[in-house]
């Protein structure tokens, strides 16, 4: 395992085996619920992409996997995770600035649940202070990325070079102050009761 501190980001590399890495894209590439989300409700339906929003009463065997897999392997603190974002994102999809959480304390683990990654392809996920960008991370096989959820960032969508399904990522968030909103969206929405993993 390896840990990077980058500007405003930690980056941890190997956390997981290539076989789990294998069995998350694997995950990824059968997901069946993909709904339309977007970053920013107030800009176009152009900026729409992908993804599925599970609130934390709601969570399923990937996702509980994950989070142990951070508890047990990282060495960090690892808070009590509030909901996770699968996001999916393809060639052509333009994703947004945005924040995870409004409070100082919020707290994303992010993942990337691929294979296979060139940095040629894009796909980067960029951090932003000032209107610079200060951190721009490849997404890795099995990459894991902890950062403040309040400061600004966002994902790019892979190039024309990529060949693959997608460019997936799983961000798990710690937003306090926003628990009721996430337990009145988890009430309409079905438990995640996808097995993991698939084979």
Known sequence: MKIMKREQVMV???L???REVEQMEEYFVHFDGWQLIFDDPSQSLNTYSLGKVIDQPNFGEFDVFCAQAFQDRSGIPVPPFHRVVYNC???GDSPNLHHDGESEDSLSFMVYPVVDWCE???GETVFVRDGEVTDCIVPKPGRVVIFPGSIPHGGKAPNRQHGGVARFSAV???TP??????LAHAEQEL????PFPLS
């Not at 102050?177 to 996430?182: H, K, P």
Request: proline letters at 4%.
């Open 12 to 14: 941890i590399d190997d």
């Open 16 to 18: 997981f085996t290539k």
């Open 89 to 91: 994102f393809r060639f």
């Open 120 to 122: 040629s392809w894009g």
């Open 172 to 174: 798990f968030q710690f």
């Open 177 to 182: 102050g926003q628990e009721e909103d996430m």
């Open 191 to 194: 438990p995640n009761e996808r």
